[in-house]
């Protein structure tokens, strides 16, 4: 059963679990498929890409990776369309950013070749776990660890790449009520805050515990200098809509470059909504907020696609946002589905037959 | 060869390898002892401590470590004195800031009975890793990761904590030039800085590479928003002599709280050496070195103890400092390396006998 396609080595898994898996009841990023790709980096290059059963590795316990941290992912999606074919959503986006991400972590950067073929292949041998129907998708999570030992702070020279896959349901998280930071921050200039670096998640744990325990489900990060200007969330680029303008941040070192982001200002642009890219800054969403011109927030992350946010508190006040009738989120999230489960015309080549 | 020693499993292992290793010969972090000190903690609890063989473990692919960066570690060392006695160092500054870095990366808190009785109990197995003679030390190295599986950003329910133990003999990293930062930065107000989080050190790795491509070994991090205080380097924290006074920053968010620093200051106020702990203001440094009056440089760390600066640049402009007959750095590090090779009185109360 074992085959090379491409320079990819596979090995299938003789067994699959995929009938013991309840598709309608997923909870988010813990059940994974029944194969997952490795490829190694030695001695300066990257070695024969590897399909096999997902399974537990062995590492040694001075690996780079959990001493300082070398550690990057990406997180895309694969969807389903009515005639069974799977399709990726701006792939080359991912890889791209991966490849900055390993530039900023003094990592390897991967060829194109490991990373977007090596996961088509995989998805290939795994597309029965991509489930039909809307909101339905296979979560994808490429990732990047110092694999190499030793307990002196110097970049590793070994590392492991691999792809693993989660089915995944659409995403609902409730209510999302969010809290403005002002005193805990997220990222600086100059720091890692544009790279998808695994330490900028775990530093956001404890203020987002705090939040929690106060009633938010998230935070949004405002720059460390001033707490003036709204930056992110955690997993997700923010916008606001005030009047019927669409307001988001600028990338910068701080912020994450979202693929979710750049595609919402996109259709908006094409829609004529219009959107403006500047620093929002804090004081300019309360006023709004009072005056009664803040229609909306939401965030957008991969996970998510579009998540709403129904409230903001900011120095101990609450501000609860309306209901409304034309949600500009519920509306670019529809049309972003529909270009990604293919049920709408692509005008942008977004998407990619796996 | 299985035996329980308060509440600690020990298994032993069978061979050891301490008789390949060439003692005389070591890089530093790269070799390790016979044993390790295995804890996990599932359920909300501590599970029991097992010593066992040094050697690699199964984790699995979607531990929150490897996508989330939770972790966190110290660093310490073991030294021994003429009559053959293990000491330790102020290990309950280490056991505190262990579980300080542990709250700020939503980690548990670890008790003394695992973190200062294990490591008492693994270093009396290998006690004969640690050699005699100015220099030699056996590195600690405790270190927690989320081994919990699932890929959505959220603290891990699972950890693991280890001790593992490394041979070192005195760190000479030749002659250290340094670059004071003006772009990038190591740490933020808000952020997690002040924790010894894995993500802290893979961050500067990259800075440090273009600053190692022009010539200087390590950078002085500035504050991430003004660049205009001087706060410490990558692993160490950083003294300055002008005119006869010790300068070092305060500790803050954004500065490890360090045991040799600390240490550092003790003894100098001991000796009537001036000191002063207060932000050291870039411009002042480079008034200083111009008008004669910075006389020293020097980092101050478990790994290197007190490692000399010969020279910083600042804005492409370079400052050697000059060759002194009475050099703070070094009456320094001799006192305290007197104390903990047990050559001195310990005056103090630092040492702790294994
Ligand atoms: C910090 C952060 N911001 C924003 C996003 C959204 O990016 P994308 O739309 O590419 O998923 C993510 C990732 O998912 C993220 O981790
Ligand atoms: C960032 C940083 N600063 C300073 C130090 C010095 O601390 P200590 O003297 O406790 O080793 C360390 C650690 O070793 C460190 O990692």
Redesign the interface.
Same mark, same amino acid.
Not at 149 to 155: E, L, M, N, R, Y
Not at 197 to 207: K, L, M, V
């Given at each position: 059963m074992n085959s090379i396609t491409n320079d990819i080595k596979i090995i299938k898994n003789e067994t699959s679990k995929i009938n013991e898996v309840d598709f309608e009841n997923l909870t988010?990023?813990?059940t $994974?498929t029944d194969h #997952?790709l490795i490829c190694d980096y030695r001695n300066g290059a990257w070695e024969q890409p590897v399909i096999k059963a997902?399974e !537990? %590795?062995?590492?040694?316990?001075?690996a780079?990776?959990?001493?300082?941290?070398?550690?990057i $992912?990406e997180?895309m999606k694969a969807y389903k369309d009515e005639n069974d074919d799977v399709w990726l959503f701006r792939p080359d986006e991912n890889h791209l950013r991966f490849n900055k991400s390993a530039?900023? #972590?003094?990592m390897p950067e991967i060829p194109e070749s490991i990373f977007i073929d090596g996961l088509k292949t995989l998805l290939n041998i795994e597309k029965d776990w991509v489930k039909f129907g809307n909101g339905n998708s296979l979560?994808i999570?490429p %990732?990047m @660890?110092?694999i190499g030992?030793?307990?002196?702070?110097? !970049?590793s020279s070994q590392y492991r790449f #691999?792809i @693993?896959l989660?089915p995944a349901k659409s995403y609902y998280s409730g209510e999302v009520k969010v809290i403005i930071?002002e005193? %805990?921050?997220?990222?600086?200039?100059?720091? @890692?805050g544009a790279a998808k670096?695994?330490?900028?998640?775990?530093?956001? %744990?404890? !203020?987002t515990?705090l939040a929690n325990e106060q009633g938010f489900q998230q935070i949004i990060w405002t720059d460390?200098?001033t707490h003036t200007k709204l930056e992110e969330a955690?997993?997700m680029n923010v916008f606001f809509r005030i009047g019927d303008t669409l307001l988001t941040a600028p990338t910068s070192e701080r912020i994450l470059d979202g693929v979710t982001r750049k595609s919402v200002l996109d259709i908006a642009k094409r829609d004529n909504i219009a959107t403006e890219v500047r620093p929002v800054l804090v004081e300019e969403l309360v006023a709004a907020a009072k005056n009664g011109t803040l229609k909306e927030i939401f965030g957008a992350g991969t996970a998510a696609v579009i998540n709403p946010i129904v409230g903001f508190s900011f120095r101990d006040e609450y501000f609860e946002l309306p209901k409304l009738e034309n949600s500009f989120a519920l509306e670019i999230k529809e049309k972003l589905n529909n270009i990604q489960y293919k049920l709408a015309e692509d005008t942008f080549n977004w998407t990619v037959k796996v």
């Open positions: 988010f990023g813990n $994974f #997952m997902y !537990p %590795f062995t590492i040694d316990p001075s780079k990776v959990f001493h300082y941290g070398q550690a $992912f997180g530039v900023r #972590m003094a979560y999570r %990732f @660890i110092a030992s030793g307990v002196i702070a110097q !970049p #691999m @693993i989660s930071a005193h %805990f921050s997220r990222a600086a200039n100059g720091g @890692i670096a695994a330490g900028n998640y775990s530093a956001q %744990f404890y !203020p515990k460390d200098a955690g997993t």
